[in-house]
């Protein structure tokens, strides 16, 4: 797994540190943080470990390459990503020791700069000197035994501001955020520049590219043709699409697959895309170029994320309905929305308020992210919007404006054969800190966002930034996983 791949899995730990009053205070604190940190095992794998953890948290450049070089010299042409990924995540903190043998150590680890933890196992070679032979990082959900306290509304809305602040002084937030509940704002605020050239401040109303959100779009749209009878979830695609180039996809592969990523339709970046990146203007024009591929995996047996599969809802949504997908997907669902902010035109056309995205992937300095856009955005992401929008979009949903009450719970309700059954129709469906979630996020170099919808407490959480991932994130995952309980679950008091 690549650190560029890591950073789109939702990645980070927050580690809050309070201001200090004189030299006697910092030292009680760090007396507690050495009392309270992980005792490693006293094995190669273990030593390796610590050493790694070391050298990677310095973040300097020339120790992290002479670790590498002596301990690990297969990760030495990764160099530059392991030094970027140090600046996303902010380092680790070992949290847990979950196995260990003298060659193989597994561990919890959080990240420096979020909430995010992740399991890192490392394996030595048995001989002297131990060198690391691989190591792994997979981002994990927060153990139940780490759970963050909850706040008060005030409370969170208060830690935020000042995350917030912090992240935008340090360059590491440009973007705006916009926590509701039950419809009514209770945190709106945008940091940084939409445009750095020109010094135009982003708004609340500044429009950012999206990414894989439109999916929700693509998803909703879909369950509107089920619920009125011109679509069937079981349907093969072919059904639909009867010239469609690969007879196998076309008899095999379900609309309910092509929601769920369970099709085995793959992707659609990689050479081929950046070889006609922009001469890919029309949905059919992706259809063309991957619609002679075979299934991956026999359909259903296995999940695996694939943005083609949406590509292909989008041309089934074209052919059912009559109407271009951008056509309908505004008709449908951006005007009795009331989202004002949202589309996917084309790149070449000036769209007012469209905020420039900023990526580092490729510079320390950051710069346009320009030559890495779609010709336009598709019904596998690549639109813009607003956080304005996202919230009454969530609204739209929860209000059964856009679908009635039996279809937006089967829009958004986990299906069987997704990971952790935490993957609906378009939706993601997961518990944070104990309370439900479901909504969708996004990122590629330069655009990062969130949407969370949480029916219980009431709340939605919509973050959108022009920076690479996971700058939106991070700062979903901070309120998610502090949001207050619902009334109706908050522990009573005792009774004198």
Not at 154 to 176: F, P, Q
Not at 268 to 292: C, M, S, W
Not at 376 to 392: I, Q
Not at 402 to 421: I, Q, R, V
Request: aromatic share 8%; glycine share 10%; with cysteine.
């Amino acid at each position: 797994m690549t650190p560029a791949s890591l950073s789109l899995k939702r990645w980070v730990l927050r580690v809050a540190i309070n201001r200090l009053s004189g030299l006697l205070s910092a030292l009680l604190l760090l007396l507690g943080v050495l009392a309270a940190q992980v005792q490693l095992p006293d094995t190669p794998a273990a030593h390796q470990c610590a050493a790694w953890l070391e050298a990677f948290n310095r973040g300097d450049r020339d120790a992290y390459r002479d670790f590498l070089q002596k301990n690990f010299p297969s990760r030495l042409e990764s160099l530059e990503q392991g030094l970027r990924f140090r600046q996303q995540t902010g380092g680790f903190e070992l949290r847990k020791v979950e196995t260990s043998t003298s060659t193989k150590l597994t561990v919890l680890v959080q990240e420096g700069s979020s909430d995010q933890f992740a399991r890192l196992t490392l394996e030595t070679d048995a001989a002297e000197p131990h060198r690391i032979l691989s190591m792994d990082l997979e981002a994990v959900p927060r153990p139940a035994e780490f759970a963050l306290p909850r706040m008060s509304e005030s409370e969170l809305t208060a830690a935020l501001r000042k995350k917030l602040d912090a992240d935008a002084e340090a360059g590491s937030l440009a973007g705006a955020v916009l926590v509701a509940q039950n419809g009514k704002p209770i945190f709106a605020e945008a940091y940084g520049l939409a445009d750095r050239e020109h010094k135009v401040p982003n708004t609340l109303r500044t429009r950012f590219r999206i990414g894989s959100m439109n999916k929700m779009f693509t998803a909703v749209s879909i369950l509107q043709l089920v619920q009125v009878g011109k679509l069937g979830l079981n349907d093969p695609l072919g059904k639909y699409l009867t010239d469609y180039p690969n007879k196998d996809v076309a008899a095999k592969v379900t609309i309910h697959q092509l929601l769920t990523h369970t099709g085995g339709t793959g992707d659609i970046f990689g050479p081929e895309f950046e070889a006609h990146r922009l001469e890919l203007r029309t949905l059919q024009d992706y259809v063309k170029l991957y619609g002679n591929r075979a299934p991956e995996f026999d359909p259903g047996s296995r999940w695996e994320y694939s943005n083609y599969g949406f590509i292909l809802l989008g041309v089934i949504i074209e052919k059912v309905s009559g109407q271009s997908y951008y056509d309908y997907v505004r008709e449908h669902i951006y005007i009795p929305a009331g989202m004002t902010s949202s589309g996917s035109e084309p790149e070449e056309k000036a769209v007012a308020d469209r905020s420039i995205g900023y990526t580092k992937m490729h510079s320390p300095e950051g710069q346009p992210n320009t030559d890495t856009l779609p010709f336009r955005g598709t019904s596998a992401g690549g639109g813009y919007s607003s956080v304005e929008d996202l919230v009454k979009f969530a609204d739209a949903l929860q209000e059964s404006k856009l679908l009635n009450p039996h279809y937006t719970e089967l829009l958004t309700t986990g299906k069987a054969g997704t990971p952790d059954n935490t993957y609906a129709y378009g939706f993601g469906d997961h518990k944070i800190n104990g309370t439900r979630c479901f909504g969708h996020g996004g990122g590629a170099p330069g655009m990062n966002g969130a949407l969370e919808i949480c029916p219980g407490p009431g709340y939605v959480v919509a973050v959108l930034a022009n920076m690479d991932p996971p700058a939106a994130t991070r700062i979903s995952d901070f309120v998610t996983n502090r949001l207050p309980l619902p009334v109706d679950l908050k522990p009573k008091e005792k009774s004198q």
